[in-house]
């Protein structure tokens, strides 16, 4: 095999073309508000106006998801109907348009960007941009679908504000065959969690339930109106609560916690989004080799 660029040497592993930083770095926690004013909190501390990384200009109760470099990160407007896309500068443009309610979003394993449309009840698959009026769905015959999650098995989930949570890996029009939980409770906000779980997150209920491997439901954290949860860099759950408080609480001790410690506050507005920005997905063709010391410099400067 030829080798004919080698684009990173980062302790020891040296990839092929194919591997680049993104502007948004993994790990870090963007918090989102009503206003579509978009901060990042990763470091702690409070957020005015000025501070803030981006604004879409609107009223704002869509999702976030980001591109698999992280170059670029993509919020969902239900009420233009649009995806627009930010960079790490805080220029923002419309990605895709012609949309009913869209909601959640999801950057898939495999490269997709997926969008709930909320009122339709149905999955876009809106990787290429543009307009997605006439879209044929991914998958369909879903309530009030509100947020998507993809956990490390692969497998792609749909949940609704009326509780259920769909298997749609397989797409298609969604059945009683595809629902992955029933529960009592709506579904606001929805990520993967470690072990091949879920967390969903319900501000009526005033929890964030652990969803098991098999689609068991207990309630991890209780006591404020949750209604987005992320994982910092350091591993530890945060939240936000549709309380109009601005905060970032740490929930990681679960249990009722009415008064979590607090991360950060954005003084604007309650905040409705909080995300982390996942690890960059090396492109296909991507080869990583583990090296060693003097070799893998030698090799970072040698042309194959």
């Known amino acids: 095999m030829r080798l004919t660029k080698w684009a990173a040497v980062l302790t020891g592993v040296v990839c092929t073309a194919g591997v680049t930083r993104g502007a948004f770095t993994p790990g870090d926690v963007i918090a989102k508000n009503n206003y579509g004013e978009v901060y990042d909190v990763t470091a702690g501390g409070t957020f005015g106006f000025t501070s803030k990384l981006a604004t879409i200009g609107t ?20 009420n233009t109907g649009n995806i627009y896309v930010i960079t790490s500068s805080g220029a923002s443009s419309a990605f895709a348009t012609g949309l009913i309610n869209p909601k959640g979003l999801l950057r898939t394993s495999s490269g997709q960007l997926l969008v709930a449309e909320s009122g339709p009840g149905r999955i876009i698959d809106i ?29 792609l989930f749909a ?3 009326n509780g259920t949570i769909y298997n749609m890996t397989g797409g298609g029009a969604m059945n009683a065959g595809n629902v992955f939980a029933s529960t009592s409770f709506g579904v606001d906000n929805l990520i993967a969690a470690p072990g091949g779980g879920l967390l969903a997150a319900n501000p009526n209920s005033e929890a964030v339930f652990a969803i098991s491997g098999t689609g068991g439901a207990s309630v991890f954290a209780s006591g404020l109106p949750f209604n987005s949860v992320a994982y910092a860099p350091d591993g530890k759950l945060l939240a936000v609560a549709s309380n109009a408080t601005g905060n970032v609480y740490d929930i990681s001790a679960g249990g009722n916690i ?27 063709g991507t080869v990583c080799v583990l090296v060693f010391g003097a070799l893998a410099n030698a090799m970072a400067r040698r042309r194959w």
């Open 59 to 78: 009223a704002d109760t869509g999702k976030v998801a980001f591109s698999a470099d992280d170059s670029t990160m993509y919020v969902s407007n239900p």
């Open 127 to 155: 990787t290429a941009g543009g307009n997605f009026s006439s879209q044929t769905a991914f998958a369909s015959n879903m309530s009030a679908v509100d947020d998507l999650a993809q956990t490390s098995d692969g497998r």
């Open 159 to 161: 949940a609704t504000l």
């Open 258 to 284: 009415v008064s979590p410690p607090v991360l950060a506050t954005v003084s604007d507005d309650a905040l409705n989004n909080l995300t982390s920005v996942p690890a960059i997905v090396p492109e296909p």
